[in-house]
């Protein structure tokens, strides 16, 4: 049993508590957390480690999407544009990918690890990320992906996914666990869909994948025109969507840990489906903007009380795997949002809507939950707590410690 005190504790509890001079008691889970001054009666004897001034204890930040296979893209691929973006996906992911090791992808996950993230939804392709998410102490929940809506590829297809899912499942640990993620309705065969969904519900694996990313995405799987009708014309020899937006969200009935990544050109009618899914949304702000997408409406979701996640997509659609860079992102882009308000939200999508969205006991700091807790410093005292959520996102560059499972990390 270890206890650590901080100038703040914001638990992301569900009355959003924030304790001022606090104590968290934790051995792999949360045991207690209360005052300082309550903590030090109930344990007298017991050795305090203490923050700096003006420090912080919170829930470590779940990234509940990113691609670490396409982590070296730098300048490679075109921004601006989503059908140019996926054709320099294409042209180029050989390239991208070629010289991807675990090494590499270990640097990058310290980098996240040293700015917050403590938990990453890892979507993988390829399975040329596993080694590094297994030997990170970030815990990872590892979605082994499936794509591909040609016809004559489909048993090809199903099988190689069959043998990554099987090779994750052979990795399954507390910090690791198996997953599954569909691309996307456009690029997925339904007899796909069907197969891997089936997996999922059988051995309750948590379930994720893109949906209505793009205003070119919307055009093909409701009209089956715009952008993509050249590409898949030219890349696949297909004039018709495989899937409407709605058949598509039909068949996730029954997946308990579900989500959707950003759903920028959701409508009502999907959004209400996808609340009566009780998924989550997974909203990537910086992938969006830099592909030239629709800024996600927030305030549908709120309405709808559909809960939302930030991911940071991967490098292939951001400049920054720090969850702190896109919660500034996000706090930045959503302009008629509240800031103070605002960052209260989007703190709590980055740990308990994310912890929701893949399924495990993590984002919030009460007890019985897993001890994944990170300290920050602040430059200088906070008066009003209210402000605090905003201070977080304002000022945090790397935190001072990670706790992952109640080890110093
Ligand atoms: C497909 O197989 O349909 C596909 C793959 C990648 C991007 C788009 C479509
Ligand atoms: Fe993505």
Request: aromatic residues 8%.
């Amino acid at each position: 049993m270890k206890i650590i005190s901080a100038t703040w504790i914001i638990t992301c509890d569900e009355n959003s508590t924030i304790i001022k001079d606090g104590a968290i008691v934790y051995d792999d889970k949360i045991i207690e957390v209360d005052t300082l001054l309550n903590i030090q009666k109930k344990y007298p004897d017991a050795k305090i480690e203490f923050c700096s001034q003006n420090s912080v204890l919170m829930p470590g930040l779940i990234n509940p999407h990113v691609h670490l296979e396409f982590s070296s893209n730098t300048t490679t691929l075109k921004y601006g544009d989503f059908m140019d973006w996926l054709n320099s996906v294409i042209m180029n992911r050989e390239e991208l990918t070629k010289d991807i090791s675990t090494k590499y992808i270990l640097e990058k996950l310290d980098f996240m690890k040293k700015t917050g993230t403590t938990t990453i939804g890892a979507i993988s392709s390829y399975s040329f990320d596993l080694e590094a998410c297994v030997e990170s102490p970030i815990n990872t929940v590892f979605f082994s992906e499936v794509i591909g809506s040609k016809p004559d590829m489909i048993d090809t297809l199903f099988s190689d996914f069959k043998s990554r899912l099987n090779m994750a499942k052979d990795k399954k640990s507390k910090n690791f666990i198996p997953a599954i993620a569909i691309h996307s309705p456009y690029s997925v065969h339904p007899f796909l869909i069907r197969e891997t969904l089936k997996i999922a519900k059988e051995e309750q694996l948590a379930v994720s994948t893109h949906f209505l990313e793009s205003p070119q995405e919307f055009d093909w799987l409701h009209k089956d025109e715009g952008g993509f009708l050249d590409f898949f014309k030219n890349f696949l020899g297909q004039e018709k969507a495989v899937t409407k937006p709605m058949q598509f969200l039909n068949q996730f009935d029954d997946i308990k840990n579900l989500s959707f990544t950003h759903c920028v050109e959701a409508s009502i009618e999907d959004l209400e489906k996808i609340k009566s899914l009780d998924a989550v949304i997974n909203h990537c702000p910086t992938s969006n903007r830099l592909l030239n997408n629709t800024k996600l409406d927030i305030d549908k979701l709120i309405k709808l009380d559909i809960p939302f996640a930030i991911g940071t997509d991967g490098l292939s659609s951001n400049n920054s795997l720090s969850m702190f860079d896109e919660l500034r992102n996000a706090l930045m882009i959503h302009t008629h949002k509240n800031v103070v308000y605002f960052s209260k939200k989007l703190i709590e999508a980055a740990t308990k809507n994310a912890n929701k969205a893949l399924g495990l006991n993590k984002g919030e700091i009460k007890n019985n939950k897993d001890c994944d807790i990170i300290s920050l410093v602040l430059p200088n005292e906070v008066k009003d707590s209210k402000d605090l959520y905003m201070n977080i996102i304002l000022h945090t560059k790397n935190v001072e410690k990670t706790i992952i499972g109640g080890i110093d990390v």
